[in-house]
Nanobody, 126 residues
């Protein structure tokens, strides 16, 4: 059974930084990469960043490019998200997930990720 656990969320002032971490346990035959998504109150879950295992390529939502950085260890079971210059609009629950459907067109799709963590709250407020 695959389990993912996120950590690192919290309350931070605008302009501050956070580093989110995600650790996965268990195994799945289909693991093409891992991603971070977020969901703000009253809004749909949206793609933030992802890493593709085949070439360690990284992908970002345009809005966060340059402020967010996804990274991972050598093993395909951990992924981090460095968030800099936080804005109030970044307030959300952040989820990590494992992508089980291949293809570059699937990297930003919520439906391509079968395994999800419980989420970690990020609140940006002064």
């Amino acid at each position: 059974q695959v389990q993912l656990v996120e950590s690192g969320g919290g309350l931070v002032q605008p302009g501050g930084s956070l580093r989110l971490s995600c650790a996965a346990s268990g195994s799945t035959s289909n693991n093409y990469g891992m991603g971070w998504f977020r969901q703000a109150p009253g809004k749909e879950r949206e793609f933030v960043a992802a890493i593709r295992w085949s070439d360690r390529g990284t992908f970002y939502k345009d809005y966060v490019r340059g402020r967010f950085a996804i990274s991972s260890g050598n093993a395909k079971n951990t992924v981090n998200l460095q968030i800099d210059t936080l804005k109030s609009e970044d307030t959300a629950v952040y989820y990590c997930a494992i992508r089980t459907i291949s293809g570059v067109s699937q990297i930003r799709a919520v439906s391509a990720y079968a395994y999800w963590g419980q989420g970690t709250q990020v609140t940006v407020s002064s």
